[in-house]
Every structure is written in structure tokens, then in C-alpha cells.
């Protein structure tokens, strides 16, 4: 037997209270006349050894009633356990979503956050489908749906648990909006078969985060959520809240070499308890400073820039630490001195860089030097010989005139391998030229009529050359004057599209596809004698523009996030070599020929490329986001559509639930609690009759 409220059954102690009136003697069993007893003051009896319980029968039906009320609103039941065929139910499809990200490795959240997991998968019964998700840039998944069902109910739990304590908190920050949908997506595939069951189930998603304000949810902007999709939080805090984080402030490409100086961002939580701090270079394995040291002051819930200390001479230090902070997670930023990214332009034509009225002189200045990079033209005669390796160096080719077969076959070679050439006509006997890169019989192009000048009346801003210029303020290409210009029908160009057009309707420069690659032609030249292009504003931003296109414009960072892609290119590397790439833990990765980018950037530090000469070197830092390690409110996730519910504690203890649901229907059908209150009357009529029957007994003996 089993109580509902087994709380009164405390009041069975009240019968201890009719114990004790038999105990006491009021009156005395036998009377005596007296004559006065006005001078004379009652004394009660007491308990003494001599007293002795009488009415014995009495007594017994009074305790009698007192415990057969004190278990009627107990409200008993005879318990019965969950059966199997309830336990075999629907039941539910969980996913268990674990926070993996470097806010986790504060003080014992990763433990936590383990416990919870390990509490949830405890408590699920034998008809629920379990997942189990670890998240932080991109998320892992440690068991599906399909690996916990192929499992016996009783080695599902142990084989999550294996699972998870093989995970372990990354230094990548925390995309929480995309783990959320991808669990959401996880728990709405269905197969046709199992539809009509998976509907009836309750789908939940247990979040297990330390839900920090730095979590990025911009894939919940403009998501909807599937139907029947419950999100379930179950937060974990460290015992030290506050944290101060360390942070790289990038300088711009164009600020001035000589002035420019690293700097530095620190910042501090709202509830902090500290404001000094200290900054300076530490080395690898070190504790302590290196050279000079800095304090600096940041008031709880501000940040503050300020320039790092010089580098000490003569001393290895290639990273800068924030000490005086609880926690140190994110108090190391890696610095590396960039250096200017070169790239080579080679230009194919018999012009004259001093020549004014040359498209060599205006190309040869278009192009500033900032401390990220260097664009150098180089310029060959359409038939000079050229050094090794200097065409395959170049992500761009331009040819402003006729070419001779042996250029025109390596350049089609180089569009195949993934090159960009720009082709000027500069009149229409470049033509036959263009028909050879093209690999094309003939192409027809003449001389557009002389009335005055031309103007682009049509522009695909929507290509990427052009995107640039696609606002308002920028997209006025009236006042360029174009003085002559080929007429170039785009239909005998296989593929051909056309960029601008002029406003007679002639294409004025299009994109043909070729390989890999592509050759951009201008029907016009920028050289004063064709057009005012190279005299624009636009002319600089053009030409950017296609070098970017080409994949000469990329500048490498001053640092790198966790998880971002390198690419190899910006470092120097050759893509069509192998390159080898050395981590911060001293590990190396292999990356085979044509590889173009280094994804394996997966924990802060400085990564080498040792399998170039001089070895390259980068660093990758912590994302700021992470530094962000205040709560985030949930009524945020809220805003955003996500099906939050607020009793958690229902879905850790699910076998509980159902048996208090189940004690209480019992105990409902039962209605043992109407037979004691029963009970309880029946002997309360007996001992009021029993009473009576005793009160009256001396009464009728002393009239006698």
C-alpha cells in the first residue's frame, strides 16, 4: 500500500491524546458526603505511578478512529508499476543537444553539461529515440536515430555516454541558431512508413549550454519551426561568472606602415569584480611577461583599445596576454607582422610605360602600394621571350594587341587551368587574336561609326565586376566618353556574356568562359585616343575589380578566426605543389597538389607553412563573440520563433512523471480513503455508544 499524501499521516500522533486523558483521573470513583466544600480549593489529579488505564475497550475504538482518519486523508492506494505495454508506447524523439564550444572550457561546465546529458539519457524509457548533437561553428553528431534504435534497450544509454565522454569542448564559437535548426531538421525527417507514428510522438530538443549573450542566432531570423517541436533548456553556470577578454584590433590596408601599431581590445563583463588588468608579450611556455607591461583599466561592462607594448628586442615574443582575470581561456591573442601580399599583373602589348597616350601608362599607375599589398605590371612585348615562371605567377594577363601563336597557346592553356585574361581591342584587326584564344575559326569586328562619342547605356550590376558599382551613388557611368569603339556581335562567341553594353546597343565588354578560366574582352581601350575610362573614377575600382575576380586581389588578414579557411594563395603557396602546414601543438597536415584552401584551423595559435621557403606563418585567434559570457535571456530565443518550454525538470525525470500520473489515477479508481471514512463512523457509533453506556452504569448504581 502506497500513499498520495502520506504527509497526514503525521496526524496519527494525536493518538497519543486519548493515552493520555485515560491516564488522568478527574473524579474520583467513590463519593463521600461532606458538609461544606466552599473553603476549599479543587486540585486535579495527576499522572502517578499508581494510575493505571481503565475503560481499556475505550480507549482502543477512540486511537481506532484518530488512525483511521489520519489514513483516509493519506489517501491510499494499492501502487502498481508501469506496465510494458505503456512503457512501449509512442514514446518520445529526443534530441540532446551539448554546448561544445570555447565558452564550455570555463571552470567545470564541460562536466556539467556531461552530467546533464548523462541524466537525460538515463531516463529514457525503452520506446524513446534518442540523438545526441555536440555544437560549436558546426555541429558533430555523436549518435543518430538510427545507431540508438540498432542498439538493445539496455546498452543505448552506455553507448551515448561512451560517445560523449570522447567529445570535448573545441575552441570554435558557438553557432547556436544553426544547431538549433539542424536538430529541429533532425527530428522532422520522417519516412513515409513511419509518418503516422512519428506524428503521435512528442519531439523535444534538450539544450545543454551555458547559453552565453556571444551565441550567434542569425539562422532563426527567418526560420520556421516544424509542428509538435518542443525546445527544452537545461542551463549550466560556473561558480565565477565574470571574464575579461583579450581581443585583435585589425588596422585597414591603406594606414601608413610606419605609424601604424598593434593594438589591442579589452573588454569586461557587466558583473565583473575586477577592473585592472595587465598587458605585455609572453612566450611559448612562460608564464611572465617579456619587456614592458601596461595596465589597463576597464570598468565593469566596457571595453577599452589600447596599444600594445613594443616588442621586446632581441626576444622571441609572438603573443600578447591579459593577466589579472578569472578566467584565462580567451586572455592570448597570437600576433604575426603581416606582410604585403605581391601579386604580378603581366601585360602583353608593344606599348611604352612613359608614353601618355599608351594604355601601359595608365595601367602602370592605377595600382597604389599599401602595407597589404603590392600590384606590380609587368610588360613584355607581344613576341619578347619571358622568364620562368612568370606567366604562371600572374592571376592576371592582360593583352592589349596581336599576339603571336606560341603566347596565344599559353594563354588558352592558362584560361583551362583556372586563369583570367583581359583582352583590349584596340582595333579591329585584334580580331583574328581573339578568334585564336577563343579557339574559333573567324570572328568579324569593325569600326563603329563616328558620331561624336558613345556612352555604356546598359550594365549588369548584378555580375560581380560590376557589383561593386551597384549603388546609386556609384552606378553613373554617363559622363565616361567613349571615342571609338568595335562592333563585336556576342552571338559568334560560344557562351558569351555580355557586361555592357554601349547605346547603340553594341557590346562594349563581355565574359567568355574558357576552361577553368575566362577571357573578359573590351571592345574599347582606356588610352585617351578610344575613351575617358582610364581619366575616371571608375577606371581604378574596374581594375580592382577584375583582379579580384581573378583571384589576385586576396589579401591575407592580419589574423585568422578559429575554423576559417586560409587561403594558401594569399600566403605565396603554389595550389599545384603540395603544401605542408605545421599546427600550434606541433602536428602536421599534408595538403595534397591543387588543394586551395587550409580548413584545419582549429585551435589558436601560429600555424606554419613549413613546405615553402622561407617558411610562411599565420595566427589564428579566438573569436571575440566568445568573450561574451553573460547569460543570454531566453526571452530572446523566444523572439525568434523558438518553441521554448519552461518546465525542464518533466523531461529529466520522465519515469517519475509517469508514475505520479499513474498514483494518482489509482489512487482516483480506488477511492480506498471512502471505505476508512467509513470505518472511522462506524467505530466512532461504537464508541459514543460505549461511552454513554459507561457515563450512565454508576449514575443508575448510586440512585439505587
Not at 170 to 193: I, M, P, Q, S
Request: with cysteine; glycine share 6%; proline share 6%.
Amino acid at each position: 500500500m502506497n500513499f498520495l499524501s502520506p504527509l497526514f499521516l503525521v496526524g496519527a500522533a494525536a493518538i497519543a491524546l486519548p493515552i493520555v486523558f485515560h491516564l488522568i483521573r478527574r473524579t474520583s470513583r467513590e463519593k463521600l458526603p461532606f458538609s461544606s466544600l466552599m473553603f476549599l480549593l479543587p486540585t486535579p489529579p495527576r499522572v502517578t505511578r499508581r494510575s493505571r488505564l481503565e475503560n481499556i475497550l475505550l480507549l482502543i475504538l477512540r486511537c481506532v478512529v484518530l488512525a483511521l482518519l489520519a489514513l483516509g486523508f493519506a489517501r491510499p492506494f494499492f501502487q502498481q508499476a508501469i506496465s510494458n505495454n505503456q512503457a512501449n508506447g509512442p514514446g518520445r524523439k529526443i534530441v540532446v543537444l551539448v554546448d561544445a564550444s570555447a565558452s564550455m572550457k570555463r571552470g567545470t561546465l564541460w562536466a556539467d553539461a556531461r552530467a546533464k546529458a548523462e541524466e537525460v539519457f538515463r531516463k529514457t524509457t525503452p520506446a524513446d529515440e534518442v540523438a545526441v548533437f555536440t555544437f560549436d561553428r558546426a555541429v558533430n553528431r555523436l549518435v543518430n536515430f538510427d545507431q540508438w534504435t540498432a542498439m538493445s534497450a539496455g546498452e543505448r544509454a552506455a553507448l551515448a555516454v561512451e560517445r560523449l565522454a570522447q567529445a570535448a569542448p573545441t575552441w570554435a564559437d558557438t553557432h547556436l541558431g544553426n544547431a538549433l535548426v539542424t536538430a529541429a531538421e533532425a527530428l522532422d525527417e520522417t519516412g513515409a512508413k513511419d509518418k503516422q507514428t512519428d506524428d503521435a510522438r512528442r519531439r523535444q530538443i534538450v539544450l545543454i549550454s551555458d547559453l552565453q549573450e556571444g551565441s550567434r542566432l542569425d539562422a532563426l531570423q527567418a526560420y520556421e519551426w516544424p509542428k509538435n517541436i518542443e525546445l527544452l533548456i537545461e542551463p549550466v553556470k560556473t561558480k565565477r561568472p565574470t571574464n575579461a577578454g583579450l581581443q585583435l584590433v585589425a588596422d585597414t590596408d591603406d594606414s601608413d606602415k610606419k605609424t601604424a601599431a598593434i593594438r589591442v581590445r579589452v573588454s569586461n563583463s557587466g558583473d565583473a569584480a575586477r577592473e585592472q588588468f595587465q598587458l605585455g608579450w609572453t612566450r611559448a611556455g612562460e608564464k611572465g611577461f617579456v619587456g614592458a607591461v601596461v595596465d589597463v583599466y576597464v570598468p565593469p561592462g566596457q571595453s577599452r583599445v589600447v596599444p600594445a607594448p613594443a616588442t621586446p628586442a632581441g626576444a622571441v615574443a609572438d603573443r600578447l596576454a591579459l593577466q589579472g582575470d578569472d578566467e584565462d581561456f580567451d586572455n592570448t591573442v597570437f600576433v604575426i607582422a603581416p606582410e604585403a601580399a605581391r601579386v604580378n599583373i603581366l601585360y602583353l602589348g608593344n606599348d611604352s610605360e612613359k608614353d601618355t597616350a599608351q594604355p601601359l601608362f595608365f595601367l602602370q599607375r592605377a595600382f597604389q602600394q599599401t602595407r597589404r599589398q603590392v600590384v606590380q605590371v609587368i610588360a613584355r612585348p607581344g613576341d619578347a621571350p619571358l622568364a620562368p615562371g612568370e606567366i604562371e605567377s600572374a592571376p592576371l594577363v592582360i593583352a592589349a594587341d596581336t599576339l603571336s601563336e606560341d603566347r596565344i597557346k599559353m594563354l588558352r592553356r592558362l584560361m583551362n587551368d583556372g586563369k583570367t585574361v583581359l583582352f583590349a581591342m584596340k582595333s579591329a584587326a585584334a580580331a583574328p587574336t581573339l578568334a585564336a584564344l577563343l579557339n574559333l575559326g573567324t570572328v568579324s569586328a569593325e569600326e563603329a561609326a563616328s558620331t561624336g562619342y558613345a556612352m555604356l547605356g546598359e550594365i549588369d550590376f548584378k555580375h560581380p565586376l560590376f557589383a561593386p558599382f551597384a549603388d546609386p551613388r556609384f552606378s553613373d557611368f554617363t559622363k565616361i566618353h567613349f571615342w571609338k569603339h568595335r562592333r563585336l556581335d556576342a552571338a559568334q562567341l560560344p557562351g558569351a556574356r555580355v557586361l555592357a553594353r554601349f547605346d547603340d546597343g553594341s557590346a562594349a565588354f563581355l565574359e567568355v568562359p574558357v576552361g577553368k578560366g575566362a577571357l573578359l574582352v573590351l571592345t574599347s581601350g582606356w588610352h585617351p585616343a578610344d575613351s575617358q575610362l582610364a581619366l575616371s573614377t571608375k577606371f581604378v575600382p574596374l581594375l580592382y575589380s577584375i583582379l579580384e575576380r581573378s583571384g589576385g586581389a586576396v589579401t591575407p588578414p592580419a589574423q585568422y578566426l578559429v575554423g576559417e579557411s586560409v587561403a594558401l594563395a594569399a600566403l605565396g603557396a603554389n595550389t599545384n605543389q603540395p603544401a605542408t602546414i605545421r599546427k600550434p601543438d606541433g602536428t602536421s597536415v599534408e595538403l595534397p597538389g591543387g588543394e586551395m584552401k587550409f580548413s584545419g584551423t582549429d585551435q589558436p595559435g601560429i600555424y606554419t607553412v613549413t613546405s615553402l621557403q622561407p617558411p610562411k606563418q599565420f595566427a589564428v585567434n579566438l573569436a571575440a563573440e566568445e568573450s561574451k559570457t553573460a547569460p543570454l535571456p531566453t526571452e530572446e530565443l523566444e523572439r525568434l520563433g523558438a518553441p521554448l518550454k519552461h518546465q525542464v525538470r518533466s523531461v529529466t525525470r520522465p519515469v517519475e512523471e509517469k508514475q505520479r500520473l499513474l498514483n494518482t489515477e489509482l489512487e482516483s479508481r480506488q477511492k480506498l480513503w471512502r471505505w476508512l471514512m467509513l470505518a472511522a463512523l462506524i467505530f466512532l457509533l461504537a464508541e459514543t455508544w460505549l461511552a454513554g453506556r459507561l457515563t450512565r452504569g454508576p449514575a443508575v448504581e448510586a440512585q439505587t
